[in-house]
């Protein structure tokens, strides 16, 4: 079972994270069924970029991006060119390393 390790974020994953994955689950879902509450304000319905995560090693294990996918990350926050929106990105069989940004552009959080 692939793992994800997930860097140090400061306020959802203070200490980073190493958990396990099943293969063919979203990274959103993976992180959710872990604990560690990743925002996702459509649901993971690949309609805004709240859940963008930036995949430092693994990235070519992942399933390819669509175009609607392509054309939300051009509005998230920190893009970089391993951006992915965790809701989309399905974990295959390689290991991951992700780092979730430090801000999203969504300014109406439930939890605040």
């Known amino acids: 079972m692939p793992q994800i390790i997930v860097l140090p974020h400061q306020q959802l994953c203070p200490d980073g994270a190493v958990i396990e994955a099943e293969s063919g689950v979203s990274v959103c879902d993976a992180l959710l069924q ?23 090693e693994g990235f070519d294990s992942l399933n390819e991006a669509e175009e609607m996918e392509e054309d939300l ?9 391993t951006s992915r929106l965790s809701c989309q990105a399905i974990v295959a069989d390689e290991d991951l390393v992700i780092e979730i940004p430090k801000y999203t552009i969504n300014h109406a959080k439930e939890s605040h």
């Open 34 to 56: 872990h604990d560690i509450e990743i925002e996702h304000a459509c649901e993971k319905s690949c309609a805004c970029t709240t859940c963008h995560v930036v995949v430092r």
């Open 73 to 81: 990350l051009d509005k998230a926050w920190g893009l970089e060119p």
